[in-house]
Structures are given as C-alpha cells and as structure tokens.
C-alpha cells in the first residue's frame, strides 16, 4: 500500500503518518528524514543537500525527488510507504507518479488533513525543534519534560524561522500556490482513493477518522 498524506503545514501529518506507521508496519517517509540520512551518510545527493538545509533554503525538487525515490527502493519500504507531506508541487506529483507506473506500484490512499487557518497558527506559532534528531515539540499541546531540552537526546531546543507568525503566512500562501493544485489533481485522477479528514478534534480521534478511511476504502 502506497499512502500520501497532505495537508497545510501544521495540520498534523506527520503525527498521523508515524502512528500510522506503527498500526500497519509501512515506512514512514518525510524529506526532512532523507536529507538527514543522505546527509549524515555523505551520499552524492546529501552533498547537494547540504549546502539548502544549513541555510535554511527550500532544497531544489531534483535533488529532493532523487532521495525519496531511493528511499522508497529500501527494504523497509517494499511493502509500502507513506509519504509525509510530499509531493509539494506539481512538479514532484509528476515525477512520483511516474516513477511508481515504472515499478508496477499506484497510489492506493490520499489523504488530506484539514484543519483551519486560525489554529494552524496557534499550533506552528508554538512549535519548537531538535535541531539534531528532529523531534517537534509544542509548548502547551506536547511541551518536553525539560524546558528547552529534547527528550530524545539531550539538545537544546529552537524555534524555526518559518514557525515565526509572519512566515507562517506565507507558508500558506506558498502552500495554496503550490500544493493546492497537486490536491486538485489528486481529487480529479485519484478521487477514488482520495478521503478527507477534520483535524480540530484530538490527535487519537483524529487517528481513529484517518484508520477508518483506510479499512473503508480496502473493503469497499
């Protein structure tokens, strides 16, 4: 089973997709883990990477779709994956699908996390990072046990740039430029494995819609 899970920025992707992940055994794949790992293993493409990620900048698509590609070739994945928040735009969508149609594979689930703009910036606005591991960590939805520190491994917490209330904005706007028409796609050639889900509710009951959407549509 191949998974797509979209949604505005701080809809709750990727909480979904790593319980997902627990409850089915499929890989859970996001760009910010492949440029770690690509990174981290000095590969040709993390090299590429590098340079984006340390500066903050949007990694080029090219680079970006040949790791998740590579990635998705991995044992762990052979037997599905889910992509977190990915493909961005409409360029990425492409690629994904053709890439998959060479493999033999399709997308079998699409699922989009809905949530309002209003709280979507109360929770990014909140939101603080590992800048070693990853972890996300919210100062009053899911504060760490120390103040500051990541649990996971001891780093000291920060706040990114693009969580500030200003970007967070135009990461909208960039989000409805961009990705938008990649839903609106989705939703015309993959309607019958497109499904909707309301993420105001608690992130278990947000768990319960998405699960149910899944086992829905592989009975029906």
Same mark, same amino acid.
């Given at each position: 089973?191949?998974?797509?899970?979209?949604?505005?920025?701080?809809?709750?992707?990727?909480?979904?997709?790593?319980?997902?992940?627990?409850?089915?055994?499929?890989?859970?794949?996001?760009?910010? $883990?492949?440029?770690?790992?690509?990174?981290?293993?000095?590969?040709?493409?993390?090299?590429?990477?590098?340079?984006?990620?340390?500066?903050?900048?949007?990694?080029?698509?090219?680079?970006?779709?040949?790791?998740?590609?590579?990635?998705?070739?991995?044992?762990?994945?052979?037997?599905?994956?889910?992509?977190?928040?990915?493909?961005?735009?409409?360029?990425?969508? $492409?690629?994904?699908?053709?890439?998959?149609?060479?493999?033999?594979?399709?997308?079998?689930?699409?699922?989009?996390?809905?949530?309002?703009?209003?709280?979507?910036?109360?929770?990014?606005?909140?939101?603080?990072?590992?800048?070693?591991?990853?972890?996300?960590?919210?100062?009053?939805?899911?504060?760490?046990?120390?103040?500051?520190?990541?649990?996971?491994?001891?780093?000291?917490?920060?706040?990114?740039?693009?969580?500030?209330?200003?970007?967070?904005?135009?990461?909208?706007?960039?989000?409805?430029?961009?990705?938008?028409?990649?839903?609106?796609?989705?939703?015309?050639?993959?309607?019958?494995?497109?499904?909707?889900?309301?993420?105001?509710?608690?992130?278990?009951?947000?768990?319960?819609?998405?699960?149910?959407?899944?086992?829905?549509?592989?009975?029906?």
């Amino acid at each position: 089973m191949q998974i797509i899970l979209l949604g505005l920025p701080g809809a709750g992707k990727g909480t979904q997709a790593a319980r997902l992940s627990s409850a089915t055994g499929l890989a859970h794949i996001t760009t910010g $883990e492949i440029f770690r790992e690509n990174i981290r293993a000095g590969t040709e493409l993390g090299k590429k990477a590098q340079p984006f990620v340390e500066q903050g900048k949007l990694v080029p698509d090219e680079i970006t779709i040949g790791m998740l590609l590579d990635r998705t070739q991995q044992a762990d994945a052979a037997g599905g994956f889910m992509l977190d928040g990915f493909p961005r735009n409409m360029e990425q969508a $492409e690629a994904l699908d053709g890439a998959l149609e060479a493999e033999n594979r399709c997308i079998d689930r699409v699922i989009y996390i809905k949530v309002s703009t209003a709280e979507l910036v109360r929770r990014l606005t909140g939101r603080w990072s590992c800048p070693q591991c990853g972890a996300v960590y919210h100062e009053t939805n899911q504060p760490p046990r120390k103040a500051g520190v990541c649990d996971n491994c001891g780093s000291r917490l920060y706040q990114r740039e693009d969580d500030k209330p200003e970007v967070v904005m135009r990461r909208f706007e960039n989000y409805e430029r961009e990705t938008v028409p990649v839903v609106n796609l989705f939703r015309k050639e993959h309607k019958d494995v497109c499904w909707e889900v309301s993420a105001e509710a608690s992130p278990g009951e947000v768990l319960n819609c998405v699960q149910h959407s899944l086992w829905l549509r592989v009975e029906s």
